[in-house]
Nanobody, 123 residues
């Protein structure tokens, strides 16, 4: 499975972006998917996760109420809607497909990773 993350860019604080994670080569409709981010000089952190059906989702406390994860299995795509963006949200965002049907907050639970898309939030 190849994952392609897209949708990043430069946005002012308070603005919105929608990231997409598209799978090719094989469907990931049976797998959980997670979004991670890595800010300059910091470790990669888990941001949001979604189960194979979309019936179970999770967002980290740092983005809760501002970010929403969703998926469209017919399009083999997972989305991360990011609203009310803050400068501290600046990071490279990665999507990843888990080895099972659900997400996990741990990197080792993911088998396939996208290349990352840069989000820059200006103050």
């Amino acid at each position: 499975v190849q994952l392609q993350a897209s949708g990043g860019g430069l946005v002012q604080a308070g603005g919105s972006l929608r990231l997409s994670c598209a799978a090719s080569g094989r469907t990931f409709s049976n797998n959980g998917v997670g979004w991670f981010r890595q800010a300059p000089g910091k470790e990669r952190e888990f941001v949001a996760g979604i189960s194979w059906s979309g019936g179970s989702t999770y967002t980290a406390d740092s983005v809760k109420g501002r970010f929403t994860i969703s998926r469209d299995n017919a399009k083999n795509t997972v989305y991360l809607q990011m609203n009310s963006l803050k400068p501290e949200d600046t990071a490279v965002y990665y999507c990843a497909s888990s080895s099972g049907s659900y997400y996990t907050t741990k990197e080792y639970g993911y088998v396939y990773w996208g290349q990352g898309t840069l989000v820059t939030v200006s103050s």
